[in-house]
Antibody, heavy 124, light 107 residues
Framework: QVQLVQSGAEVKKPGASVKVSCKTS????????LQWVRQAPGQGLEWMGI????????YYAQKFQGRVTMTRDTSTSTVYMELSSLRFEDTAVYYC?????????????????WGQGTLVTVSS | EIVLTQSPATLSLSPGERATLSCRAS??????LAWYQQKPGQAPRLLIY???NRATGIPARFSGSGSGTDFTLTISSLEPEDFAVYYC?????????FGQGTKLEIK
């Protein structure tokens, strides 16, 4: 079955960077886009951006442009999300999720499945 | 950016009752509307995609409807495991947004 398994929780100081991994299995890695969504404590879901697992191209939500970098490693079927210049308000659970096929006409209409989430805490 | 507004914020019902959750978009999203269920400490789970299609393994008591700017998730007869937070999500032109969520709680 399709699985997305994320790296463990992180605690970072303001101004630092964090890199979260998302290892996929159960399907052809390069056939799908992967997306990142975050959720602050007690809050809703916020889309961060997308990576084409085949071409490696990315698109980031305007809010995160300049601070986020998404990459992929096709040899290990893993995608990464790095967020820099961390602020207290970046404390959140970060999720990866699979979306549409890379051969399709769009990035995909929905997210399925999701990784289990990675808690990133920004604290001094 | 397309804004999704969900109502009500909290819905208090009993098992066996019918639940109707609403999601309104600030502009048309065509039929590109999905619904997710999230339980405490868990990742969201896809329930409905493209307005009315149930995801794999989702029980028939969950149904979606609507078009354009107004969408509804209906749970025909609530089971104890259905009490959770529900989010709608749309895909626009190079952006995705979520509603703020509806908490479905036991009355």
């Amino acid at each position: 079955q399709v699985q997305l398994v994320q790296s463990g929780a992180e605690v970072k100081k303001p101004g630092a960077s964090v890199k979260v991994s998302c290892k996929t299995s159960g399907y052809t890695f390069t056939s799908y886009y992967l997306q990142w969504v975050r959720q602050a404590p007690g809050q809703g879901l916020e889309w961060m951006g997308i990576i084409n697992a085949d071409a490696g191209t990315t698109y980031y939500a305007q809010k995160f442009q300049g601070r986020v970098t998404m990459t992929r490693d096709t040899s290990t079927s893993t995608v990464y999300m790095e967020l820099s210049s961390l602020r207290f308000e970046d404390t959140a659970v970060y999720y990866c999720a699979r979306s549409g096929r890379t051969t399709g006409t769009y990035w995909g209409d929905y997210f399925d499945p999701w990784g289990q989430g990675t808690l990133v805490t920004v604290s001094s | 950016e397309i804004v999704l507004t969900q109502s009500p914020a909290t819905l208090s019902l009993s098992p066996g009752e019918r639940a109707t959750l609403s999601c309104r978009a600030s502009q048309s999203v065509s039929s590109y509307l999905a619904w997710y269920q999230q339980k405490p400490g868990q990742a969201p789970r896809l329930l409905i995609y493209d307005t009315s299609n149930r995801a794999t393994g989702i029980p028939a008591r969950f149904s979606g409807s609507g078009s354009g700017t107004d969408f509804t998730l209906t749970i025909s007869s609530l089971e104890p495991e259905d009490f959770a937070v529900y989010y709608c999500q749309q895909r626009g032109n190079r952006q995705y947004t979520f509603g703020q969520g509806t908490k479905l709680e036991i009355k």
